[in-house]
């Protein structure tokens, strides 16, 4: 049984005429007798009466041959849909890993935009920090991944997507909290809250080697590896850190956050993902993620 034959079945079951069925069809009339003729041995059943050589009527087989016809035609109709939605990328689900910096800029507002677009793509975020996304996307856990550069993979496909200076938070009780901008050389005797530099080797170095272009070290009295908890340890007054400005969107009583006067070198954030291993949907992905850095960038005033 080929689909075309149920769907001659459907024509001849709706008009009850093989000639207005052949019509509709634009088909010839005598190849259309003869289909249903093979459908009807092919079933083993007849599935009309005729009651004249063209006019015809519905037996109780052929009823129920078109009420499941329907739903069968109903069924590959939707198929066919979802098929060419997936291909656009307008469905299935995207995995993405992110380091907690990017919840408080950049992250939200590209998520938002994407699900504006494409409602029905389930996304899975992951917080990680930039050597778990390496490596998660190595053993495509993740998809795509919002991490600080450089990696180690030079196989991945990276696209820089934002600078920012870094800037100082430290308690509002502390002596530097009150001025408007902090010499770094001013934080040579204080206790720095840093993450494990295995987990983010580029962002860690960057902060090292800045403080040692003002002769000195960082003393690293505590670690931790999100943001979030590095600025809950602030607020205990635990110590102080150089944190990515975007940070300042992350409000909490105790912290204050200060800029440097030196000149920073900027922290940069990337989207990264395997280019052997691109579906539909991270293609949309990755045009929504430009299309918005490009409206930032052109239009600084209203972000």
């Given at each position: 049984m080929e689909l075309r034959h149920l769907r001659y079945f459907v024509a001849v079951a709706e008009e009850l005429h093989f000639n207005r069925a052949a019509d509709r069809l634009n088909i010839a009339q005598p190849p259309l007798s003869q289909q249903i003729k093979h459908l009807e041995t092919e079933l083993g059943v007849e599935l009309f009466h005729r009651r004249t050589k063209r006019q015809v009527q519905l037996t109780e087989a052929g009823q129920v041959l078109l009420q499941a016809t329907y739903r069968i035609l109903a069924q590959l109709e939707q198929a066919?849909?979802?098929?060419q939605r997936a291909g656009r990328?307008?469905?299935?689900t995207l995995t993405i890993g992110f380091t907690s910096s990017?919840?408080?800029?950049i992250l939200p507002a590209i998520l938002f935009q994407f699900r504006q677009h494409f409602p029905q793509v389930k996304l899975v975020l992951q917080e990680l920090t930039t050597t778990q996304q390496e490596?998660?996307?190595q053993n495509h856990q993740i998809e795509v991944g919002f991490c600080h550069p450089p990696l180690k993979d030079n196989h991945l496909s990276l696209e820089y997507i934002l600078q920012e200076p870094l800037v100082v938070a430290l308690p509002e009780s502390h002596p530097l909290a009150t001025e408007a901008a902090i010499p770094v050389h001013a934080l040579a005797d204080e206790s720095f809250i840093l993450f494990p530099r295995h987990l983010g080797p580029g962002l860690y170095d960057q902060i090292v080697s800045f403080c040692e272009q003002a002769n000195f070290r960082p003393n690293v009295m505590q670690e931790?590896?999100?943001?979030?908890?590095?600025?809950?340890?602030?607020?205990?007054e635990m110590g102080i850190a150089l944190v990515p400005a975007s940070l300042q969107n992350l409000k909490r009583v105790g912290?204050?956050?200060?800029?440097?006067?030196?000149?920073?070198p900027?922290?940069?954030t990337a989207i990264v993902w395997r280019a052997d291993h691109t579906s539909s949907v991270l293609r949309e992905f990755l045009q929504v993620v430009r299309r918005y850095v490009n409206e930032r960038r052109n239009h600084p005033q209203i972000f």
């Open positions: 066919v849909s979802d098929t990328g307008e469905t299935g990017v919840v408080y800029d490596e998660a996307l931790a590896i999100q943001m979030q908890t590095i600025i809950g340890l602030i607020s205990a912290v204050v956050y200060k800029p440097l006067e030196s000149a920073m900027l922290v940069e």
